[in-house]
């Protein structure tokens, strides 16, 4: 819960949490199965923008500082080419291009 900057809202339920602190909360509960690998699709769907980069920047901070592996789905190009190291862009099943974002 520090990790994700909800300890303060420990005893919150889940329900009464905005969209933000919902994600950092479910981030927060894969976090404490100790997974070394976190799958995530559209982890910024139905956010505004800056909770968006606030949800982004702490999945760009778990993977410097605890070495997570995040693997994402993101339909925004921007976001993806700025967080991601490696990409694979799809349309209607196919893959069209796949590489490290300076590649892009």
């Known amino acids: ?3 994700t900057e909800m300890a303060a809202k420990r ?3 889940l329900a009464t949490l905005s969209g933000g602190e919902r994600q950092r909360a479910w981030i927060a509960m894969a976090l404490a199965q100790k997974t070394a690998l976190l799958f995530l699709d559209e982890p910024t769907t139905f956010l505004d923008l800056y909770h968006q980069y606030e ?3 702490l999945l760009a901070r778990l993977n410097r500082s605890q070495g997570l592996t995040i693997v994402m789905v993101l339909h925004d190009l921007n976001q993806a080419l700025r967080y991601s190291h490696h990409l694979i862009v799809m349309n209607d099943g196919a893959i069209k291009a796949e590489g490290s974002r300076l590649q892009f």
């Open 1 to 3: 819960m520090d990790a």
């Open 11 to 13: 005893d919150k339920p």
């Open 55 to 57: 949800v982004l920047d």
